[in-house]
């Protein structure tokens, strides 16, 4: 099935252990993106994609890194795992950066997930 | 400072009966609103939207209303169904800049009772 695809599901850390969350999509969408969910705060963006190559922060940046070196693949990196980066982070991807109404090309498809636990 | 806000944390319904779930937003230059609902263990799903030059959007038993001058605005589910249970998301998008950046809200857990 087409769709966005994380891996791994599951990871415990150790603190200041480094690791890479990895995202593929297969749909050819021009825009990726990282979002963090923790309970009582949503969903909050932390770092996206408008193609290969451009990467910019969002709302969340602080230890994490990204690059968009093809446009199928995002994979984010956290270079020093910190226990307030426990959390479970979902990738997501949609058709078009820019706005087109009223088709859905800015609805975003996400990944099932990816549970991190940082002791 | 939270542009998206889902004040009811939970919200429980019986079988048949509406759902209603709000959702404020403080960013004037949103223009582009959809609700995600999510199950345990798995990433959100879309459900549906609605652009700033719309005031309702339908879909089968979901419709979305937007009152741009309150900067509100709601999922209605008639009937609710059991299944409807879940956390639903709402998220917005400005025009300008990078469209599909999407800013959520802080979720509101439905659960539908038999």
């Known amino acids: 099935n087409a769709g966005v695809t994380q891996t791994p599901k599951f990871q415990v850390l150790k603190t200041g252990q480094s690791m890479t969350l990895q995202c593929a999509q297969d749909m050819n969408h021009e825009y990726m993106s990282w979002y963090r969910q923790d309970p009582g705060m949503g969903l909050r963006l932390i770092h996206y994609s408008v193609g290969a190559g451009i990467t910019d922060q969002g709302e969340v940046p602080n230890g994490y890194n990204v690059s968009r070196s093809t446009t199928e693949d995002f994979p984010l990196r956290l270079l020093s795992a910190a226990p307030s980066q426990t959390s479970v982070y979902f990738c997501?991807?949609?058709?078009?950066?820019?706005?087109?109404?009223?088709?859905?090309?800015?609805?975003?498809?996400f990944g099932a997930g990816s549970r991190l636990t940082v002791l | 400072d939270q542009q998206v806000k889902q004040n009811s944390p939970s919200l429980s319904v019986q079988e048949g009966r509406i759902s209603i779930l709000n959702c404020d937003y403080t960013?004037?230059?949103?223009?582009?609103f959809l609700w995600y609902k999510k199950y345990p263990a798995e990433g959100p799903t879309f459900l549906i939207s609605?652009?700033?030059?719309?005031d309702k959007n339908e879909d089968g038993r979901f419709t979305v209303f937007l009152n741009k001058s309150a900067k509100h605005l709601s999922l209605h589910i008639v009937p609710s169904q059991p299944g409807d249970s879940a956390v639903y998301f709402c998220?917005?998008?400005?025009?300008?800049?990078?469209?599909?950046?999407?800013?959520f809200g802080t979720g509101t857990r439905l659960q539908v009772t038999l």
């Open positions: 609605i652009s700033s030059i719309k």
């Open positions: 997501a991807s949609s058709h078009s950066v820019f706005r087109v109404i009223p088709s859905g090309a800015n609805v975003l498809t």
């Open positions: 960013n004037s230059m949103f223009d582009y």
């Open positions: 998220a917005a998008s400005a025009a300008t800049g990078t469209a599909s950046k999407l800013t």
